[in-house]
């Protein structure tokens, strides 16, 4: 069983920065596209940014230009640098990955979520 495992949440001002890890273990696995997404309280959770294997990503509007997604196939990690954090980004974090594992290809786990909150 794969599990991921999140770290880097924290509160932080309005203008400010954070950085998120989440890193991948298991054993007989291989992971294709590795994301974070988010979900403010009462909200539904969505997607904030998504990586595939290669280096190709894919970011929510709101937070183009702000936000950096990067991974290291080798440590089965993967990060998303937070900069100029707004208090609307307040919301709990999850990692996802994608995975293949055993003859199993391509289902989706995820991170136990890390909170991420913004004063302003």
């Known amino acids: 069983q794969v599990q991921l495992v999140e770290s880097g949440g924290g509160l932080v001002q309005a203008g400010g920065s954070l950085r998120l890890s989440c890193a991948a273990s298991?054993?007989?696995?291989?992971?294709?596209?590795m994301g974070w997404y988010r979900q403010p309280p009462g909200k539904q959770r969505t997607l904030v940014a998504i990586i595939t294997r290669g280096g190709t990503t894919n970011y929510a509007d709101s937070v183009k230009a702000r936000f950096t997604i990067s991974r290291d196939n080798a440590l089965n990690t993967v990060y998303l640098q937070m900069n100029n954090l707004k208090p609307e980004d307040t919301a709990v974090y999850y990692c996802?990955?994608?995975?293949?594992?055993?003859?199993?290809?391509?289902?989706?786990?995820w991170g136990q979520g890390t909170q991420v909150t913004v004063s302003s």
């Open positions: 996802n990955a994608n995975i293949n594992q055993l003859g199993l290809v391509g289902y989706d786990v």
């Open positions: 298991g054993s007989g696995f291989s992971i294709n596209a």
